[in-house]
């Protein structure tokens, strides 16, 4: 070959490969701008790891509603996933690695079953998206009960840890039994020896209102229905302080009975485990602009919700050390995971 055309044939080479390089580096900026403004293709499956009509049921649908009404995620279909505490949801979305277009409603649970060995999965095993409220727990008696104060029921129980039993939703080791413990346990009663019973389908109000049970260990939202039909009487709730409202602005705390205590029953999203950063920011740009409009903060205070916004990675610290605690006081009280 001529010299001449070695010239020509490394030039035609010379071209294809910055064509070549062109159309790589046009590909690769594609992704990264389909990757920085992600937003959703199809119908975001919302899903509650429980039956209708509980917590995770009411927030997803009330999150969902909202988030179409004001055009925010115009599509997000609530689906329910009962089953082991929760533990039947999460295996479902963690069978969804890398979706971008799942979530689930999640709160204390996913801590506390996997630490009692009733799922493989827990909170490190799925992608945080944000916290976003704050619900707290009531301890309710009926309204002929000889207890009129949470310090007379401490008292009682001091004495004798099986001289009132404890129902709640929840099993052994779960979050109507461990913030019934973290209280009472504050306050001097040896918690090892409570007499507590699990509701079965839900029936614990059904159950103190049959005096079938002495206490039930439950959220404000349930007790301040029964409390204001005058049915019941709330000793305490779990709030650091006093909640706004009618009818719960009359349960006493149970810091002002003494006890330094103090539980909060936090509800956020998490979404399988693998999703990308770019749909975590949209999610939760998206939450946190939801819970600034009127229509959230009216159906937000009639539930006696308090707003409890964390973002990612805030959310993520905060899941991480509120483990550890539930760890300690399980392992104290002899339910943790051997």
């Given at each position: 070959?001529?010299?001449?055309?070695?010239?020509?044939?490394?030039?035609?080479?010379?071209?294809?490969?910055?064509?070549?390089?062109?159309?790589?580096?046009?590909?690769?900026?594609?992704?990264?701008?389909?990757?920085?403004?992600?937003?959703?293709?199809?119908?975001?499956?919302?899903?509650?790891?429980a039956?209708?009509?509980?917590?995770?049921?009411?927030?997803?649908?009330?999150?969902?509603?909202?988030m179409?009404?004001?055009?925010?995620?115009?599509?997000?279909?609530?689906?329910?996933?009962?089953?082991?505490?929760?533990?039947?949801?999460?295996?479902?979305?963690h069978?969804?690695?890398?979706?971008?277009?799942?979530?689930?409603?999640?709160?204390?649970?996913?801590?506390?079953?996997?630490?009692?060995?009733?799922?493989?999965?827990?909170?490190?095993?799925?992608?945080?998206?944000?916290?976003?409220?704050?619900?707290?727990?009531?301890?309710?008696?009926?309204?002929d009960?000889?207890?009129?104060?949470?310090?007379?029921?401490?008292?009682?129980?001091?004495?004798?840890?099986?001289?009132?039993?404890?129902?709640?939703?929840s099993?052994?080791?779960?979050?109507?039994?461990?913030?019934?413990?973290?209280?009472?346990?504050?306050?001097?009663?040896?918690?090892?020896?409570?007499?507590y019973?699990?509701?079965?389908?839900?029936?614990?109000?059904?159950m103190?209102?049959?005096?079938?049970?002495?206490?039930?260990?439950?959220?404000?939202?349930?007790?301040?229905?029964?409390?204001?039909?005058?049915?019941?009487?709330?000793?305490?709730?779990?709030?650091?302080?006093?909640m706004?409202?009618?009818?719960?602005?009359?349960?006493?705390?149970?810091?002002?009975?003494?006890?330094?205590?103090?539980?909060?029953?936090?509800?956020?999203?998490?979404?399988?485990?693998?999703?990308?950063?770019?749909?975590?920011?949209?999610?939760?740009?998206?939450?946190?602009?939801?819970?600034?409009?009127?229509?959230?903060?009216?159906?937000?205070?009639?539930?006696?919700?308090?707003?409890?916004?964390?973002?990612?990675?805030?959310?993520?610290?905060?899941?991480?050390?509120?483990?550890?605690?539930?760890?300690?006081?399980?392992d104290?009280?002899?339910?943790?995971?051997?």
């Open positions: 070959m001529t010299k001449r055309g070695r010239c020509y044939g490394f030039t035609i080479l010379l071209v294809f490969a910055l064509i070549l390089g062109g159309c790589g580096g046009n590909t690769a900026s594609n992704k990264a701008a389909n990757e920085k403004d992600f937003k959703p293709s199809k119908a975001i499956e919302v899903v509650a790891p039956g209708a009509g509980g917590g995770w049921d009411t927030t997803a649908r009330t999150i969902s509603k909202i179409g009404e004001e055009k925010l995620i115009e599509k997000m279909a609530v689906v329910n996933k009962p089953g082991g505490g929760g533990a039947s949801g999460w295996s479902y979305v069978r969804k690695k890398g979706d971008n277009h799942t979530l689930f409603v999640t709160s204390p649970p996913i801590l506390f079953v996997p630490l009692n060995g009733q799922s493989q999965y827990g909170h490190n095993d799925f992608t945080p998206i944000a916290s976003v409220i704050a619900d707290y727990g009531a301890f309710v008696v009926h309204k009960s000889p207890y009129q104060s949470m310090t007379d029921l401490v008292d009682a129980l001091k004495k004798d840890p099986k001289a009132a039993s404890i129902v709640g939703t099993s052994p080791g779960s979050m109507d039994h461990m913030q019934f413990v973290s209280a009472v346990q504050k306050a001097g009663v040896d918690a090892k020896k409570l007499k019973i699990t509701a079965q389908d839900g029936a614990g109000m059904s103190l209102l049959g005096k079938k049970a002495d206490v039930y260990s439950t959220g404000v939202g349930e007790a301040a229905e029964q409390a204001r039909a005058g049915k019941v009487r709330v000793l305490a709730i779990t709030a650091p302080e006093r706004k409202g009618d009818t719960v602005k009359d349960f006493p705390t149970l810091k002002e009975q003494g006890i330094d205590d103090e539980f909060t029953v936090w509800r956020g999203f998490m979404g399988p485990p693998g999703m990308s950063k770019s749909a975590v920011k949209y999610y939760e740009e998206k939450i946190k602009e939801m819970m600034e409009k009127d229509s959230w903060k009216s159906i937000r205070d009639s539930y006696g919700w308090t707003d409890n916004f964390m973002g990612h990675q805030e959310f993520k610290d905060y899941l991480d050390t509120q483990y550890k605690e539930m760890k300690a006081l399980l104290e009280i002899g339910l943790g995971d051997k």
